[in-house]
């Protein structure tokens, strides 16, 4: 069973920066970070392999938002520069079947 508590949501201006942290308890391998708005299908937005970091990313975050993790920490991060006001949603982050229970973020002016 692995746990995840994301953290470091808030609400930001369009062009502002936020960072995401996801600790997890328990074995992890590969994890992912993805985002649901209100009325929309759930969208991948980073993905990074536990073997070699590699990483992954959807269209419409790339070259904005960065995955990293602190394997030490046992701690999944996500920075998100750059943001949109499309960037309003929910975010999670997931390991398998597991995910955890959201941390919102707001882009508005």
């Known amino acids: 069973h692995v746990q995840l508590v994301e953290s470091g949501g808030g609400s930001v201006q369009p062009g502002g920066s936020l960072r995401l942290s996801c600790v997890a308890s328990?074995?992890?391998?590969?994890m992912k970070w993805f985002r649901q708005a209100p009325g929309k299908e759930r969208e991948g937005v980073a993905a990074i392999a536990g073997s070699d970091d590699r990483t992954w990313y959807g269209d419409s975050v790339e070259g904005r938002f960065t995955i990293s993790k602190d394997d030490a920490k046992n701690t999944l991060y996500l920075q998100l520069n750059s943001l949109k006001t499309e960037d309003t949603a929910m975010y999670y982050c997931?390991?398998?079947?597991?995910r955890g229970q959201g941390t919102q973020v707001t882009v508005s002016s």
């Open positions: 997931a390991a398998g079947t597991f």
């Open positions: 328990g074995y992890t391998y590969c």
